[in-house]
């Protein structure tokens, strides 16, 4: 091998040798030994542990100490934001307490229980929660990059369903109100406290997902796709307006269904969503009033026809531009993330260039 290339492999052996090495301190797993009691009043190192969100290396070590008090230890990486471990009697965040800790850029720590009694940010309140908290405190070892959430509950058993969430980076409850910002991820797990097994959950995932494509097809695409059938293939007549009605008809059954499945959802959830069920109600009533102006219509020969096209065309092109920021913001509620948001915007914007392609050649056939 020559000088060079020798010189070239060493170089590249430390190179990788240096970031695994970096890496594996700022890991955390249950074969490693994390001894914290010189720092804390209970034997740290016989607690169960589970490494309940992996995604994010969160790692929890718990024990039932005593007939009517749970330790528990979770172990994260340090990315300079706040952490918070909440227990929920139904896996929402909405009516759960959470224990909330982060380490200020002075370095000091601050632990504290918050009631999330709604999604607003006047809805989250500090020191308040159904936690019977015995102690806690927050540790942060610089040499792991690692932040320690430790505290214990005064309980006969905590509840199985256990949220996770990370707040945005430098971002930190300041005194007095410490509000929380809104956090950047979050989990919602079920815990078995005997095995240590841990199930990542999305309640009614089920319904939600129902209502989410529901509305997506009716409202979303159907209706899209029948008012450019409708635009641009009146060459082919009558058979524009019956494939213009079928779909439409179709679009608005399916979208109907979406809107009933969100109401279950909502009664489910108690969440607050009144921006997305107003903009939902409203683009029902938009859909209803379309088909009683088709029962109407009038004849092509009457006076009024025009005014009746008008209306007809107008409203239609206002529920599809209401449908379009609905499904959207449904996806930004849902939390659902990017691939939702692309696939959807992948749809619409081939169903725009279809229609402004279309709109062209009928503005030179005109």
Known sequence: MKPSNCFSFILFFFFFFFIALVTSQTQDSCSSNVNLNDQVRFDTTTLNCAPVWSSHNFILRYAQTSPNLWSFVLSVPDSNSYIAMGFSPNGQMVGSSAIVGW??????????????????????????????????????????????????????????????????????????????????????????????????????????????????????????????????????????????TLIQSLGFMLGLAGVICGIILNKKLDADVSSHKALGIIILVLGCLQIMAFLARPDKTSKVRKYWNWYHHNVGRIMIIFAIANIFYGIHLGEKGKSWNAGYGVIITILFLIAVILEIRLWKRN
């Open 103 to 244: 380490m200020s850029t002075t370095g000091t720590g601050t632990i504290k229980q918050y009631q999330l009694s709604g999604q607003r940010s006047d809805q989250v309140l500090h020191d308040q929660g159904n936690l019977q908290v015995n102690s806690s405190m927050i540790i942060s070892q610089p040499q792991s990059k690692r932040l320690y959430l430790i505290f214990q509950l005064n309980t006969e058993q905590p509840l199985s369903r256990v949220i996770y969430a990370v707040g945005q980076s430098s971002v930190f409850p300041i005194s007095p109100n410490f509000a929380l910002v809104e956090h950047t991820d979050k989990a919602s797990t079920a815990l078995n406290y005997v095995t240590g097994q841990t199930k990542s959950e999305t309640p009614h995932a089920k319904l939600r997902k129902g209502h989410g494509i529901l509305n997506m097809l009716g409202w979303g695409i159907l209706m899209i796709i029948g008012a450019i059938v409708a635009r641009y293939s009146k060459q082919w007549d009558p058979l524009w307006f019956y494939a213009h």
